[in-house]
């Protein structure tokens, strides 16, 4: 997995290079910080098999057996904010680089479901429930595994982002607002690709075996 996202990577950069300007090269790498939440992870026992169901239907899971009983959820959002700086450079302008970049990788709303017609402390209740909270679990080991190649991989973007030119001082919000989408640009598919492994590791966990396994253990 490691090599196919710093294979990624190696593919981003083979786009086309920014522009070279006059801006000298001798100037600070930005500094970058990275930000990680779990959410809070709350229960809904509200709901009836069939709304189960068809939340579960709605986000493309496929439920089978017991397991529409439950359902675990949460959305997965990114957020990335360059700050530059810049220096006047005589009558050319001003040379603007990245100052500090700031990425925010965040599971929002995590919850888990458990249908209203289980007793709570069942046994079925409690498989359900251990099921539900395994793929939370997962979700986190996930995002645990990829921060620091996250970390790596924004230290490698940062590395190819150079400093520009604006002659005037009312472009320099638009250069800034340029830096943020270019690394917007290189690092979103590396997002996605922890999204795709991320859907990979919770059908690991829904498969026929573990279904069988877990169905037999109220019987």
Known sequence: MKNLFFILILS???????????????YPRPQISLFSSYGRLTYDTSKSVADITGLAAKQGAVE???????????????????????????????????????????????????????????CLYNVVRRHEQTHQQINKKALDYFLPLFYEAADYIADDMRPVLVANISDIDSASENFTQEFNRKFSPLFEFFKQQLLAEQHKLDNAVNYQFESSLCR
């Open 64 to 122: 089978r057996g017991i397991f529409a009983s439950g359902l675990s959820t949460l959305s997965v959002d990114l957020e990335i904010s360059v700050k530059t700086t810049g220096s006047l450079i005589g009558e050319e302008g001003f040379c603007i680089y990245p100052e500090n970049i700031n990425i925010t990788v965040a599971f929002r709303d995590p919850v888990i479901y458990i249908a209203n017609n289980l007793a709570a402390q069942t």
């Open 12 to 26: 981003l950069f083979a786009m086309q290079a920014q522009a070279q300007t006059s801006c000298s090269a001798d």
